[in-house]
């Protein structure tokens, strides 16, 4: 047989896998034939700056195995996506603690979904069983699949609303601005908390390690329906300047410069005086009143005693 220079052999571009090659075995020199598929199979297992899967030029940037049942993908000597013998990915780690697990550098971390249409584009969607729950998305919210579904939904004006149950009406949203709106987007950005009542009650409770409510601020359906109302399982005490004003104890008294009780009455006053700032005369001891009624002119002190009944008691200068 002729020789024949290799280059002059015809070319050959549609391989199959079990076509084969010669090879020399160096520790047995004698030459031997592999197949193609175990010549790729036989990668080496490289490492991070030189992996057994690399580019002609480039022989740091590939793919390599860091360990058993292993592989990542390693770019300018460095590791930069690695799958782990459970099938979790990290991007950025080698240690995943989850299906996806994305760490950034010194400066920062994330994940972009970028998409060019017009609305509904850029979106994170989670799934259960093949059924969409969850969706992170910008510029539009569409109704999703599943009555559990949740979204939280970054709109055009820089703002943030959230969705629940498979709703395309926002329950809560967080304004550009920094305001709040829970039950409510319209006219939030008018103050930095807004709470709207769903029609049977509503508010803002505070409760203690067990869950218990405590205290609660609540709009409707408070004690007897009253429209708005400030709820507290104990003593009500109010505060200014770090220092407790005033006080409604569980009996509902009034207990204004104290919180103690002392006889009982349900207004209390722990000053040197109470201020009636205008002045007021019956036009006669038949006049308009109820009784427990107090009004004072420059003359004298009136009381009523029972329904339009005023007694009097002349008062004078000394």
Known sequence: MANIK?????????????????????????????????VVKAVPLGTAALPGLAFDGDPNTGIYSPGADQVA??????????VDSSGRVGLGTSSAGDILHVKGGSTY???????????????FRAYRNGVQKA????????????????AIYADAGGGIKFYTNNSSTAKAVLTSGGSLGIGTTAGVSYRKLTVKNDGSAGGIAVT????????????????TSQ?????????MRLYTGG?????IDTSGRLL??????????????NGDRVRIATAKTPATASDTGTAGEICWDANYIYVCTATNTWKRSAISTW
């Open 6 to 38: 290799i280059t002059d052999l015809t070319a050959y571009t549609d391989a199959a896998s079990t076509d084969v090659l010669p090879i020399v075995d160096v520790g047995a020199d004698v030459t031997k034939k592999i197949t193609i598929g175990n």
């Open 73 to 82: 993908i390693s770019t300018g000597g460095t590791g930069a996506l690695f």
């Open 109 to 123: 971390a994330g994940v972009i979904a970028d998409n060019s249409a017009a609305t509904g584009g850029g979106a």
């Open 135 to 150: 969706i992170f998305c910008v510029d539009s919210w569409v109704t999703g699949t599943s009555s559990d579904d949740a």
């Open 208 to 223: 203690n390690t067990n869950d218990d409510i405590v205290g609660q601020f609540c709009g409707e359906n408070v004690g």
């Open 227 to 235: 429209e708005l109302g400030i709820y507290s399982l104990s003593n």
């Open 243 to 247: 220092t407790q004003r005033a006080t």
């Open 256 to 269: 204004v410069g104290t919180s103690s009780d002392s006889g009982g009455a349900l207004l209390q006053v």
